[in-house]
């Protein structure tokens, strides 16, 4: 009886039905996963049946996943590789430092046998997910849902068993992908609602490509959030939330606050965003990184899905077209065949005209291909350079806005809209609006002073006065602090005069703020010049400044009102109070008809 390994006898309280688990046989799940590390065509005749998910034993899913991989990468297969591949995840305490793994691998079943303990296996996982469901049925009744609640996790967990069916395993996966003819035809592909933003389409994969400077992530993911809280982002309309999945590989969680928060997310404004930061899954143009992405995607049940940045999550060379073609059959394939949007970020290489970095293997598989462009001044170019179904516009051009306080951005302050070229070109060639248009066409910060602003104007060869200059440099320079009442109308007071942004007149010019959080400006490192204060009349300490036609006058020195008298709704300047005053010509015994008459003399 030595080479017969022995199991553990099952706990009694198990078959009395005084303890439960989910519905689960241990005994095949180890047999399977003993007999797959040693032999290729016992785990493709598996996988025909089982899904990693059927698999109840987290230490025999850890091993499925592992020996897939080496599958797929043409490895040797025996316990001692298994270990050394599971070993380098740093993982081998999941299976007793390797001795589960000689335990179920020297003392198995025939490899003709797998497929039939495999069965057994998916048979159980099917009545697992029943008992689960019924868990979940019982749980909302006692928190008081409704019979129609009740309907919709029923309709729920049968749209999920037929969908096992369709795109599951053995012949019925295969013979999903034919096409049916009549609804084929039926569908009206030319009407597809783009997604938010106009981007892509449902189910669509598109790449994103940019340098360090021109702020994809900033762009990708306020564009995300708007999508995942319902709400519409470059000029688009509205629609319902999507269920959004953000692989982030790149990006602290400091910065991630701070990006979200100066957009306006928050606690409770987070929609149906999940956010993965730097998520321990292996390399995705793997079999294993891409069974481990499809069950981050239908965990949180995402129909898109962000890979920030896309050269983070391969283990192969970024030259390599084989590197992109792995990705591809691992991970996007699987993607797009359960109709998962992906979007990928990516660095452009050091020839900008060349697009994107590494082979150019990168683009054959994504629907389309956006590179971001930074103009300076705030302005960002996106361009469409390569599509496949060439539906939906070919470029956007963006202003990026944003408020700082401090070292910090102004919560809900920082967007990305349209760039409105009307409205700039309404302004009257010569004024100073119009002039500000044309420095921010030269890709000049909105630091930049006269000095630098002349010598950019006269290389264009714009004629134009000095003076102007100096009034378009003072004018963007301060929108870079305040904004306009059409950006952040909260901080400008509605019919106060001299209240428009400086780099506004008549709405002739829409601002640009072009710093945003974790993006630096370019190419001036400084937070810009504070705004420049205005002009004041008169040459000595009494000379009163001149008063606005709306701004009310104390009623006994004509002075302008300000401060906390005019809040209050005081009809005189604290001088001429009659309580408290100490105007010079206020009389020193209380004797107000002849104050008044010093005063009207």
């Known amino acids: 009886m030595d080479n017969v390994r022995h199991m553990s006898p099952r706990d009694p309280a198990d078959q009395d039905g005084l303890t439960r688990t989910s519905p689960h046989d241990a005994e095949a799940e180890e047999f399977v996963a003993g007999v797959i590390m040693n032999d290729r065509t016992a785990y493709l005749e598996c996988a025909q049946v089982l899904d990693r998910d059927d698999i109840y034993l987290p ?41 589960y793994l000689f335990q179920i691998g020297t003392q198995t079943i025939p490899g003709a046998m797998a497929q039939a303990f495999a069965e057994r296996i998916a048979e159980k996982a099917r009545v697992r997910r029943h008992d689960e469901h019924a868990n979940r049925i019982k749980a909302e009744i006692l928190r008081g849902a409704t019979g129609d609640d009740l309907d919709k996790l029923d309709a729920d ?18 013979t999903g992908s034919f096409i049916d003819w009549d609804p084929f035809y ?69 910065d991630i606050q701070e990006r979200f928060v100066s957009y306006g997310a928050g606690p409770g404004r987070m929609g149906m965003l999940t956010y993965a930061s730097f998520p321990p899954i292996r390399p995705l143009d793997t079999a294993g990184g891409g069974a481990d992405l499809m069950a981050m995607v239908k965990e949180t049940e995402a129909r898109l899905v962000c890979l920030d940045t896309v050269s983070r999550f391969i283990s192969g060379p970024e030259n390599d077209a084989d590197t992109w073609l792995s990705l591809y059959r691992h991970t996007l394939l699987p993607l797009k065949r359960a109709g998962v949007a992906s979007v990928r970020l990516d660095h452009m290489g050091k020839d900008g005209e060349r697009g994107a970095r590494g082979s150019s293997a990168k683009t054959q598989d994504v629907d389309h291909v956006w590179e971001l462009r930074a103009q300076g001044g ?23 806005q944003a408020q ?60 134009i006065g000095k003076d102007k200059i100096a009034a378009a440099v003072r004018m963007r320079k301060n929108r870079d602090n305040l904004g306009s009442p059409e950006t952040f109308p909260e901080t400008f007071p509605e019919g106060v005069p001299g209240e428009r ?31 420049s204060p205005p002009l004041r009349e008169g040459k000595g300490q009494g000379t009163r400044e001149p008063a606005d036609a709306e701004t009310p006058l104390c009623t006994v020195c004509t002075n302008p009102l300000h401060g906390y008298r005019l809040d209050r709704g005081y009809d005189t300047c604290l001088g001429c109070d009659p309580e408290t005053g100490s105007h010079p010509d206020r009389p020193t015994h209380p004797d107000t008809n002849t104050h008044e008459k010093r005063h009207t003399a």
């Open 186 to 254: 039926a569908t009206d592909f030319g009407q597809i609602q783009l997604l938010p933003g106009k981007l892509l389409a449902p189910g669509q994969q598109i790449t994103v490509v940019g340098d360090g400077k021109a702020g994809k992530s900033l762009l990708v993911q306020e564009w995300l959030w708007r999508m995942a809280t319902g709400q519409s982002f470059l000029g688009d309309r509205p629609q319902p939330p999507i269920s959004v999945l953000y692989v982030d590989a790149e990006n602290g969680h400091q």
């Open 501 to 531: 942004s400086p780099g506004t007149s008549n709405g002739t010019q829409k601002p640009q703020v072009k710093h945003s959080p974790g993006t630096p400006r370019e190419p001036s490192p400084g937070l810009g010049s504070p705004p």
């Open 404 to 463: 700082r306080d401090g070292n910090r951005y102004r919560p809900g302050c920082t967007r990305h809209v349209l760039m409105e070229f009307d409205r700039v070109e309404q302004a009257p060639e010569g004024s100073v609006e119009w002039l500000v248009a044309r420095i921010d066409e030269l890709g000049l910060p909105d630091d930049a002073g006269n000095p630098r602003t002349i010598a950019a104007l006269a290389h264009a060869q714009i004629k």
């Open 59 to 99: 230490q025999v899913r850890l091993i499925w996943d592992v020996v897939g991989g080496m599958v797929a990468e043409n490895k040797q297969l025996h316990p001692v590789t298994v270990k050394a591949e599971i070993e380098k995840l740093k993982r081998l305490g999941e299976v007793a430092g390797g001795a």
């Open 378 to 400: 705030g302005t960002l170019v996106l361009k469409r350079t390569h599509t496949r179904t060439g539906i939906g516009p070919d470029q956007f051009v963006v202003l990026r």
């Open 157 to 174: 967990h049968r749209h999920i068993e037929e969908r096992r069916a369709v795109t599951g395993h053995g012949p019925s996966h295969l």
